[in-house]
């Protein structure tokens, strides 16, 4: 009794998704024992969903075929390929796959949507009891995914939101220069090489939106700006943290091996928005600066660097991505004695 107790105070104090997956699996773990457990979760655009799965406990200390096919084809798959899950995700409905061994599907929802599937095996049919349980520990993830939701996220585009940024900014911050595997990867670290990450983050601005509003009322500017997160949920990986802070500026923050890795992917954004049609608005521009996470960094500071970066891509001339380190280089003699900011303008 004082071990379930332990779990749901864990359960409660879950800050993120993989987290919060995890201390559910390992509740159902402790309960009710299965043969192997997983959660499938739906991450990527809203037009080309994928799953990210992450396995809590194997069968036999096999993975299993669904688990085989995601590792085959890398972090994440489309939805089809997966097609028991699907049914499951798209119904709402619990699964039966195979009676014997019992392989059930779960479906995992908030208030407003069915977000993932938990896949249980157990030898045999949960029992009347086994079932309570299971339904007790959904509607729990329910309260708890609801809670987390509406604390991380930014009501209008569902991006993350400034509470969420500085968290996950610190620990990127923190694990520079270690040798562990990032923040993001949690989910998969048992498959992930060990390696040095670096993060950049960027700022993205929409050009003259002041305009949009003036033109065309407040709440088409709203649909933009739910348009554009939807535009950078496409267009980086899923593992990309995305944010609105509110207004009419977004940020990503990117992992990856080179500066240039960044650039391209900001250049995609930048390039993408400038060639989609917006209704009614037609097209619109965005510019966008960015900068390298140091170690030590504080996300004020990086915010404040991308920022600059973008004041000097307005001052460019707009729809264009400027990195912030490359004009410290191009200016070295204008950095600040007292700030230690670099001032180009
Ligand atoms: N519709 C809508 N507008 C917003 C929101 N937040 C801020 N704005 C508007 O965004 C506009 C930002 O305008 P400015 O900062 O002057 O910049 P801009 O017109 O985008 O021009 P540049 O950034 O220089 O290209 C203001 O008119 C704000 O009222 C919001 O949540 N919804």
């Given at each position: 009794?004082?071990?379930?107790?332990?779990?749901?105070?864990?359960?409660?104090?879950?800050?993120?998704?993989?987290?919060?997956?995890?201390?559910v699996?390992?509740?159902?773990?402790?309960?009710?024992?299965?043969?192997?457990?997983?959660?499938h979760r739906?991450?990527?655009?809203?037009?080309?969903?994928?799953?990210?799965?992450?396995?809590?406990k194997?069968?036999?200390?096999?993975?299993?075929?669904?688990?085989?096919?995601?590792?085959?084809?890398?972090p994440?798959?489309?939805?089809?390929?997966?097609?028991?899950?699907?049914?499951?995700?798209?119904?709402?409905?619990?699964?039966?796959?195979?009676?014997?061994?019992?392989?059930?599907?779960?479906p995992?929802?908030?208030?407003?949507?069915?977000?993932?599937?938990?896949?249980?095996?157990?030898?045999?049919?949960p029992?009347?009891?086994?079932?309570?349980?299971?339904?007790?520990?959904?509607?729990?993830?329910?309260?708890?995914?609801?809670?987390?939701?509406?604390?991380?996220?930014?009501?209008?585009?569902?991006?993350?939101?400034?509470?969420?940024?500085?968290?996950?900014?610190?620990?990127?911050?923190?694990?520079?220069?270690?040798?562990?595997?990032?923040?993001?990867?949690?989910?998969?670290?048992?498959?992930r090489?060990?390696?040095?990450?670096?993060?950049?983050?960027?700022?993205?601005?929409?050009?003259?939106?002041?305009?949009?509003?003036?033109e065309?009322?407040?709440?088409?500017?709203?649909?933009?700006?739910?348009?554009?997160?939807?535009?950078?949920?496409?267009s980086?990986?899923?593992?990309?943290?995305?944010?609105?802070?509110?207004?009419?500026?977004?940020?990503?923050?990117?992992?990856?091996?080179?500066?240039?890795?960044?650039?391209?992917?900001?250049?995609r954004?930048?390039?993408?928005?400038?060639?989609?049609?917006?209704?009614?608005?037609?097209?619109?521009?965005?510019?966008?600066?960015?900068?390298?996470?140091?170690?030590?960094?504080?996300?004020?500071?990086?915010?404040?660097?991308?920022?600059?970066?973008?004041?000097?891509?307005?001052r460019?001339?707009?729809?264009?991505?400027?990195?912030?380190?490359?004009?410290?280089?191009?200016?070295?003699?204008?950095?600040?004695?007292?700030?230690g900011?670099?001032?180009?303008?």
């Amino acid at each position: 009794m004082s071990r379930l107790l332990d779990h749901l105070a864990d359960l409660a104090g879950h800050r993120d998704r993989d987290t919060l997956d995890e201390a559910v699996m390992r509740l159902i773990d402790e309960l009710i024992c299965p043969q192997y457990v997983a959660i499938h979760r739906t991450v990527g655009s809203l037009e080309a969903p994928r799953w990210l799965t992450h396995v809590y406990k194997r069968h036999r200390g096999e993975p299993y075929r669904s688990y085989e096919a995601t590792r085959d084809a890398g972090p994440t798959v489309p939805l089809e390929s997966l097609p028991y899950h699907l049914t499951c995700l798209q119904s709402g409905e619990i699964v039966r796959v195979t009676q014997a061994p019992a392989h059930w599907l779960y479906p995992l929802q908030t208030d407003n949507e069915i977000v993932a599937v938990l896949e249980v095996w157990q030898l045999n049919a949960p029992s009347p009891e086994e079932a309570r349980i299971l339904s007790a520990v959904r509607r729990y993830y329910r309260h708890l995914r609801g809670l987390l939701d509406e604390n991380e996220r930014d009501a209008l585009t569902g991006l993350l939101n400034r509470k969420s940024f500085d968290e996950t900014f610190v620990r990127a911050a923190l694990q520079l220069g270690n040798d562990v595997p990032a923040p993001q990867f949690k989910a998969d670290e048992r498959r992930r090489p060990l390696r040095n990450t670096r993060y950049w983050l960027g700022v993205v601005d929409i050009d003259n939106f002041k305009r949009i509003n003036d033109e065309f009322g407040h709440l088409m500017g709203d649909e933009v700006l739910l348009l554009l997160g939807q535009i950078m949920r496409h267009s980086f990986r899923h593992e990309e943290h995305l944010y609105r802070f509110g207004g009419e500026e977004f940020l990503v923050l990117l992992s990856g091996d080179r500066p240039a890795d960044a650039r391209q992917a900001l250049e995609r954004l930048r390039t993408t928005v400038a060639s989609h049609d917006f209704p009614r608005v037609g097209s619109l521009t965005v510019s966008i600066g960015y900068t390298e996470l140091q170690p030590g960094d504080t996300p004020s500071a990086a915010f404040e660097r991308a920022d600059q970066a973008v004041y000097k891509a307005k001052r460019d001339g707009r729809n264009c991505c400027v990195d912030f380190d490359k004009l410290a280089l191009d200016h070295p003699l204008a950095e600040s004695a007292n700030t230690g900011m670099v001032e180009f303008f």
